[in-house]
């Protein structure tokens, strides 16, 4: 499985941006598909996550209904909407794809908020 996360930049405090995941490979089902991020200096840490089963997703409570993760299966890609970002939203992001196999990693794409 390869995740490609794309999306990532420079914006603004109070900016948005939309990150996107694909995987491709071979994909297996049911699966998760989540985003995590590494701030600075700091250890990587779940953002919010969507499971294939039941739509069911979840949110770190940093996030505070700013961000939207969604996904679009028949794509077997993975979004997170940000909006209304701060400068402790800079970090490295990462999408994984979690499956009963393991887990699988992207590349990770930059976001930096300035103030």
């Known amino acids: 499985v390869q995740l490609q996360a794309s999306g990532g930049g420079l914006v603004q405090a109070g900016g948005s941006l939309r990150l996107s995941c694909a995987a491709s490979g071979s994909i297996v089902s049911p699966n998760l598909m989540a985003w995590y991020r590494q701030p600075p200096g700091k250890q990587r840490e779940l953002v919010a996550a969507?499971?294939?089963?039941?739509?069911?997703?979840n949110y770190a409570d940093f996030v505070q209904g700013r961000f939207t993760i969604s996904r679009d299966n028949a794509r077997n890609t993975v979004y997170l909407q940000m909006n209304r970002l701060k400068p402790e939203d800079t970090a490295v992001y990462y999408c994984?794809?979690?499956?009963?196999?393991?887990?699988?990693w992207g590349q990770g794409t930059q976001v930096t908020v300035s103030s």
């Open positions: 994984k794809l979690a499956d009963r196999r393991g887990n699988f």
């Open positions: 969507t499971a294939t089963v039941g739509s069911v997703t």
